[in-house]
């Protein structure tokens, strides 16, 4: 393999040729390739991460076009097929997987085994349930960002040291008609999702473990918020064991 990419970051003392070599082994899946996916996708692609999924049942429409940038000149065509076009332009020296269909609660455990990090990019609470949910039961980190208008949030999740999950936060869905976005609240948060992506696999700095941030670029208040492991998390406390169908009704 040719480092020469990377050079700028290998040089990074912290992150090295050692880092590199973490990236390079790497397996991520992302779950959605639309306004947090593209920048996620553009990041991790650029740095080296060995293997990258890439999930979207979705078609390319232009009203996607002010945030989802990484499918330019593709509209009609399905998301993560399109997606995996443009991480084969961005870095051919790595692996590209389309999953272009419908994540469900009858596919995800079997298509999540085969990844180390999962990045969630949805913008369905239920469907933000069933990703927990099986990363949960999987054991795999799980990166998780929400975006609205000006606003937005961050956190990882790794179902370990007692950390707290998605169901810990959100306990009850809330269901939203579809949000007004600016693609600079989509590219925030999703560069903070790869960031954190990146870090857990090289393994320098702080994750969001337990903690998360929100911010709203109009005002520019910046919050972190500790969230601890809510005792009657249905999840945590075990009461979930298995992925059923209809805890999630219509995704
Ligand atoms: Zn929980």
Redesign the pocket.
């Known amino acids: 393999m040719n480092w020469k990419r990377y050079h700028r970051q290998i040089i990074i003392p912290f992150f090295g040729e050692e880092g590199q070599k973490r990236l390079e082994k790497a397996r991520v899946i992302v779950i959605g390739a639309g306004g947090l996916g593209s920048p996620v996708i553009t990041y991790l692609a650029a740095a080296g991460v060995g293997r990258i999924g890439v999930v979207d049942h979705d078609k390319v429409e232009v009203t996607n076009l002010n945030r989802q940038t990484i499918h330019a000149g593709r509209t009609g065509e399905n998301k993560a097929i399109s997606a995996v076009k443009y991480i084969h332009q961005l870095n051919p020296e790595i692996e590209a997987v389309a999953y272009p269909f419908m994540l469900s609660p009858d596919n995800i455990l079997e298509i999540f085994r085969d990844w180390d990090v999962v990045v969630s990019c949805v913008d369905s609470m239920r469907l933000r349930y069933l990703i927990n949910d099986a990363c949960f039961l999987l054991k795999k980190p799980m990166i998780h960002a929400a975006v609205f208008e000006t606003e937005g949030e961050a956190i990882t999740f790794t179902y370990q040291n007692g950390s707290?999950?998605?169901?810990?936060i959100y306990p009850r869905a809330i269901e939203h008609e579809t949000p007004g976005i600016f693609g600079f609240t989509a590219g925030f948060f999703g560069t903070i999702q790869a960031a954190e992506t990146i870090k857990l696999l090289s393994e320098f700095g702080d994750i969001l473990e337990g903690r998360m941030i929100r911010v709203d670029l109009a005002s520019m208040e910046w919050y972190e918020i500790k969230v601890r492991?809510?005792d009657n998390?249905e999840?945590?406390s075990g009461k979930i064991r298995e992925i059923n169908p209809e805890r999630y009704g219509h995704i």
């Open positions: 707290p999950c998605y169901r810990c492991q809510r998390c999840l945590c």
